[in-house]
T-cell receptor
Framework: AQKITQTQPGMFVQEKEAVTLDCTYDTSDQSYGLFWYKQPSSGEMIFLIYQGSYDEQNATEGRYSLNFQKARKSANLVISASQLGDSAMYFCAMRGPNTDKLIFGTGTRLQVFP | DVKVTQSSRYLVKRTGEKVFLECVQDMDHENMFWYRQDPGLGLRLIYFSYDVKMKEKGDIPEGYSVSREKKERFSLILESASTNQTSMYLC??????????????FGEGSRLTVL
């Protein structure tokens, strides 16, 4: 069975610093996709970044990058130069092959302070 | 702009009531999903649909049913609401077309309180 684990319930970071949010996954599939979503206090889920299991390079989207370590089954989100608006819940998710379902981790609440 | 719209942001219902949560997407997406979100548990899949009139159980379908009569609309039904169904409900959709990341697009959520 597939599983996503986020071990950090909460994280603090100072504005302009970088922060890493951890995500490990468990799957026996060779083909899968990994996603990160942001959920601000307003509640909407915002897609941030995607990494395919066969992608050789780590995905990047602006200040977001995904540190993909396939052998360790980890897909950590790195946010560079944190901003106050980055304060939110962050969810890691995975989709396996031949399925339409995304399974989510329990989330990490990030708080950015001045 | 792509849009997933949930009919109610906040609902308060009584135990035993029948509850309908409606979701509409305007992106012609094949797949639609219902998740519930609870603190410390993340998002858990209730049901999803990959086509009109087609549905599949997710991880926690007990106490829920769904309906998809039209491609753009996916309804979640609580036949007899119970207090343990108090939660945030999130609807999402995605395309099955090749190319792209296939990410989910979410609605704003419906916070249901069952008294």
């Amino acid at each position: 069975a597939q599983k996503i684990t986020q071990t950090q319930p909460g994280m603090f970071v100072q504005e302009k610093e970088a922060v890493t949010l951890d995500c490990t996954y468990d799957t026996s599939d060779q083909s899968y996709g990994l996603f990160w979503y942001k959920q601000p206090s307003s509640g909407e889920m915002i897609f941030l970044i995607y990494q395919g299991s066969y992608d050789e390079q780590n995905a990047t989207e602006g200040r977001y990058s995904l540190n993909f370590q396939k052998a360790r089954k980890s897909a950590n989100l790195v946010i560079s130069a944190s901003q106050l608006g980055d304060s939110a819940m962050y969810f890691c998710a995975m989709r396996g092959p031949n399925t339409d379902k995304l399974i989510f981790g329990t989330g990490t609440r990030l708080q950015v302070f001045p | 702009d792509v849009k997933v719209t949930q009919s109610s942001r906040y609902l308060v219902k009584r135990t035993g009531e029948k509850v309908f949560l409606e979701c509409v997407q305007d992106m012609d997406h094949e797949n639609m999903f219902w998740y519930r979100q609870d603190p410390g548990l993340g998002l858990r899949l209730i049901y999803f649909s990959y086509d009109v009139k087609m549905k599949e159980k997710g991880d926690i379908p007990e106490g829920y049913s769904v309906s998809r009569e039209k491609k753009e609309r996916f309804s979640l039904i609580l036949e007899s609401a119970s207090t343990n169904q108090t939660s945030m409900y999130l609807c999402a959709s995605r395309t099955r077309r090749q190319g792209g990341t296939g990410e989910l697009f979410f609605g704003e959520g419906s916070r249901l309180t069952v008294l």
